[in-house]
């Protein structure tokens, strides 16, 4: 083997090496949510069961989203625990009527208009079909923001290569052409772009 194969390649291993572990990491920014929202905690201690119970669709069938305070004063206009972030969340936010600025996950770009109505209730997919099994987790997940284009790094998912993702892992394009293929469903562009 030759020195100039040599040099090339331990420069392509580099170059590599620092494309798929350097990169990512210098990608996305690191920011934590406003306080430790623990899903899993308030499904057992509240026998919340359905994920439509905080993040419900409105009278029109348009989903509302992040849960309106009105919806966290129901259990906690006062406190109920002795955590820092109940203590947060009712001295910062609920007494001074103020709604909790929690940083989106799944925010789509402004050109894609996605219905949950229609994925929810006349296809039956459930929320862990895109979202994944967030609503089991006991801790609050770090927010990961690409500095690039301002998203979530769930929409890319969690994996550069995106190989042997688990569901709900990624939220792209692909992602949704994929599933619309394995139900047999066609849309056209407009159906999700305006």
């Given at each position: 083997?030759?020195?100039?194969?040599?040099?090339?390649?331990?420069?392509l291993a580099t170059a590599l090496l620092a494309?798929?572990?350097?990169?990512?990491?210098?990608?996305?920014?690191?920011?934590?949510?406003?306080?430790?929202?623990?899903?899993?905690?308030?499904?057992?201690?509240?026998?919340v069961s359905d994920c439509s119970q905080c993040h419900a669709f409105g009278d029109d069938g348009q989903y509302t989203g992040l849960p309106p305070m009105?919806?966290?004063?129901?259990?906690?206009?006062?406190?109920?625990?002795?955590?820092t972030a109940e203590a947060t969340l009712v001295d910062h936010y609920i007494k001074r009527g103020v709604s909790t600025?929690?940083?989106?996950?799944?925010?789509q770009p402004a050109n894609v208009w996605f219905s949950h109505a229609v994925h929810v209730k006349r296809a039956g997919l459930a929320c862990t079909?895109?979202?994944?099994?967030y609503g089991e987790l006991d801790q609050s997940r770090?927010?990961?923001?690409?500095?690039?284009?301002?998203?979530?790094?769930?929409?890319?998912?969690?994996?550069?290569?995106?190989?042997?993702?688990?569901?709900?892992?990624g939220m792209k394009m692909s992602d949704c052409e994929d599933c619309h293929r394995r139900?047999?469903?066609q849309v056209g562009c407009l159906g999700c772009h305006e």
């Open positions: 083997m030759s020195r100039n194969q040599v040099v090339f390649g331990l420069g494309g798929w572990v350097a990169f990512p990491r210098a990608l996305y920014s690191k920011r934590p949510q406003p306080l430790a929202f623990l899903h899993k905690t308030h499904a057992e201690k509240s026998g009105e919806t966290c004063v129901g259990c906690h206009s006062g406190k109920i625990g002795t955590s600025p929690w940083l989106v996950y799944s925010r079909d895109c979202h994944g099994h770090i927010y990961e923001v690409n500095r690039i284009s301002g998203y979530s790094r769930d929409i890319w998912g969690h994996s550069m290569t995106r190989l042997h993702r688990a569901p709900g892992d139900h047999s469903v």
